[in-house]
């Protein structure tokens, strides 16, 4: 297993266009999440799946923002319309289920400029 | 509201020097906390963590950190810097073991000189 992967690395695009985005797990791994880090900031939670069900969602995620993770394995990210305040590293990241295995292996991020 | 704070947005060192993150919470209750590294243009990578046991944690790297209920503190440190530590240091905590959601402080910039 190679870790989690995300793809695109990066991404350029102009305002008002679509982009999506797609992360890969740790296979076995039932608990995807997204991230969104700003330049100088911490990551922000955005939203989190476990299998196929999106059960948590932060208010930071617009409507402009979807998430899919239709078979429980590989998810993607979308983002309509985008916006200049929208340009930002995307983190995907994974965990196994249990009590206390909280561990959570990140991606290397996908780099989004809205230009 | 649950929030973590990093003490410090940079913190420059000599190597060899001490290293000290510095990294509070807030909450009612018990945590599990985390440290993570990002080198540059890369995803984060877990240092080390502390869930329930011993409060005092060893990770990678030789970093450890030790977790002070009293103090609501989980600071990091490692007894002497090398050049290869130079990153941005991210404290976490989830207060949610069913979801695994994580809090990030703001980050300390670590800068290692020679």
């Known amino acids: 297993d190679t870790g989690v992967s995300q793809d695109p690395r990066h991404k350029i695009t102009k305002r008002g266009q679509n982009v999506t985005f797609r992360c890969d797990p740790i296979s076995e791994h039932n608990r995807l999440y997204w991230y969104r880090q700003t330049l100088g900031q911490g990551p922000e939670f955005l939203t989190y799946?476990?299998?196929?069900?999106?059960?948590?969602k932060s208010r930071l995620l617009s409507d402009r923002f979807s998430a899919e993770r239709p078979k429980g394995s590989f998810s993607t990210l979308e983002i309509q319309r985008t916006e200049q305040g929208d340009s930002a590293m995307y983190l995907c990241?994974?965990?196994?289920?249990?009590?206390?295995?909280?561990?959570?292996?990140f991606g290397q991020g996908t780099r989004l400029t809205v230009v | 509201a649950q929030s973590v704070t990093q003490l410090g947005s940079h913190v420059s060192v000599s190597e060899g020097a001490l290293v000290l993150l510095r990294c509070n919470y807030s909450s009612s209750v018990p945590p599990y906390l985390f440290w993570y590294v990002q080198y540059p243009n890369q995803g984060l990578q877990l240092l080390l963590k502390?869930?329930?046991?011993?409060?005092l944690v060893k990770g990678i790297n030789g970093f450890e950190a030790e977790f002070k209920k009293s103090e609501t503190s989980f600071h990091l440190t490692k007894p002497s810097a090398h050049m290869s530590d130079a990153a941005e240091y991210f404290c976490?905590?989830?207060?949610?073991?069913?979801?695994?959601?994580?809090?990030f402080g703001q980050g300390t910039t670590l800068q290692v000189k020679p």
């Open positions: 799946f476990q299998n196929e069900a999106q059960l948590e």
């Open positions: 502390y869930t329930t046991g011993a409060t």
């Open positions: 976490a905590v989830t207060f949610s073991s069913n979801t695994g959601k994580l809090i």
């Open positions: 990241a994974s965990s196994a289920p249990g009590e206390g295995n909280t561990e959570a292996f």
